[in-house]
Nanobody, 124 residues
């Protein structure tokens, strides 16, 4: 079992920045690819970013490329999502996830563990 706890969400104006954190506990963290997904009201859960166990490889969803950066600190069992130039359409609940693979466009079917989510609201 892996427990994931997100933090860092909140309300921010368009153009602003936020950094989300996800603290992992339980099974060994470092081998797991880690991902971020988001879900807006009435929409399906959407892939945002994924990072390999070593941190060497990352992939991003098209809507966040160039604005969001995923990173991890295996010594702290933590994965981060730095979000810049935020837009109102980035408003969603953001979920941290432990994935089976590192791949672009990661499907929710390839997620083994989910966090409880943290709300990000971007005002215009």
């Amino acid at each position: 079992q892996v427990q994931l706890v997100e933090s860092g969400g909140g309300l921010v104006q368009a153009g602003g920045s936020l950094r989300l954190s996800c603290a992992a506990s339980g099974r060994t963290f470092s081998p797991y690819p880690m991902a971020w997904f988001r879900q807006a009201p009435g929409k399906e859960r959407e892939f945002v970013a994924v990072i390999s166990g070593s941190g060497a490889n990352t992939y991003y969803g098209d809507s966040v490329k160039g604005r969001f950066t995923i990173s991890r600190d295996n010594a702290k069992n933590t994965v981060y999502l730095q979000m810049k130039t935020l837009k109102p359409e980035d408003t969603a609940v953001y979920y941290c996830a432990a994935a089976r693979f590192t791949a672009p466009g990661l499907s929710v079917s390839l997620i083994d563990y989910w966090g409880q989510g943290t709300q990000v609201t971007v005002s215009s």
